[in-house]
């Protein structure tokens, strides 16, 4: 009796671990090969960027100067950021002329509140329905897409419609290679699955 439960909670484990190990290789290679193409984005209503790794920021400028949308909403500024903080230290690939242009730009808000993917989603959805928003181009990471994403579609009303742009600041080959590509995906993914867990108990 104690060897056949023993051997059902080997089982069991085997199981559980090879399903948890199949997800990871999974979603690295769903983060690995969710790509847009920039220009392929069509004309939305607005752009919100989720802030964290470096690029990210920079990319949403570049929509905006791309007029892919009229309004941008920078999501979890910290401290007391100014859109002319940002402006300085997200412009690599700006020109001086770009960098007047978004100086001058009227419709970039920043969203100080915010310091987790949930509460990107929220007050997100608040600015949204404040600013009669129907369609946006969500910007943040590759690796960090999934959750953001399957925030952002909770707490949304499901007539906006939601466009990824997953950015990637590296080529494929050289995450691949990267021991700290996999360290990072790993935590991604043990958030994404606390995550699901989450919103599902709020169905």
Same mark, same amino acid.
């Given at each position: 009796?104690?060897?056949?439960? =023993?051997?059902?909670?080997? @089982?069991?484990? $085997?199981?559980?671990?090879?399903?948890?190990?199949?997800?990871?290789?999974?979603?690295?290679?769903?983060?690995?090969?969710?790509?847009?193409?920039?220009?392929?984005?069509?004309?939305?209503? *607005?752009?919100?960027?989720?802030?964290? *790794?470096?690029?990210?920021?920079?990319?949403? =400028?570049?929509?905006? $100067?791309?007029?892919? *949308? +009229?309004?941008?909403?920078?999501? /979890?500024?910290?401290?007391?950021?100014?859109?002319?903080?940002?402006?300085?230290?997200?412009?690599?690939?700006?020109?001086?002329?770009?960098?007047?242009?978004?100086?001058?730009?009227?419709?970039?808000?920043?969203?100080?509140?915010?310091?987790?993917?949930?509460?990107? *989603?929220?007050?997100?959805?608040?600015?949204?329905?404040?600013?009669?928003?129907?369609?946006?181009?969500?910007?943040?990471?590759?690796?960090?897409? +999934?959750?953001?994403?399957?925030? =952002?579609?909770?707490?949304?009303?499901?007539?906006?419609?939601?466009?990824?742009? +997953?950015?990637?600041?590296?080529?494929?080959?050289?995450?691949?290679?990267?021991?700290?590509?996999?360290?990072?995906? /790993?935590?991604?993914?043990?958030?994404?699955?606390?995550?699901?867990?989450? @919103?599902?108990?709020?169905?």
């Amino acid at each position: 009796m104690i060897k056949a439960i =023993f051997k059902s909670l080997t @089982l069991a484990t $085997l199981i559980g671990i090879t399903t948890i190990l199949l997800g990871y290789f999974i979603y690295c290679v769903v983060i690995l090969l969710w790509s847009t193409d920039r220009q392929d984005i069509r004309a939305h209503d *607005a752009i919100i960027v989720l802030t964290g *790794a470096k690029g990210r920021i920079e990319t949403g =400028f570049q929509f905006l $100067l791309d007029e892919k *949308a +009229p309004d941008l909403l920078i999501s /979890g500024v910290i401290n007391n950021a100014t859109i002319n903080d940002l402006i300085e230290t997200n412009s690599d690939t700006l020109s001086d002329e770009q960098k007047r242009q978004l100086q001058r730009h009227c419709c970039i808000d920043l969203d100080h509140v915010a310091d987790t993917t949930a509460t990107n *989603a929220t007050e997100s959805a608040k600015w949204i329905d404040n600013n009669n928003v129907q369609s946006i181009i969500l910007v943040t990471s590759s690796s960090h897409m +999934p959750r953001a994403y399957i925030q =952002f579609i909770f707490a949304l009303d499901k007539e906006i419609t939601i466009t990824p742009y +997953p950015y990637r600041p590296e080529r494929r080959l050289s995450l691949v290679i990267s021991p700290e590509f996999w360290q990072y995906a /790993g935590r991604e993914y043990i958030k994404f699955g606390g995550t699901i867990i989450r @919103l599902l108990q709020q169905i």
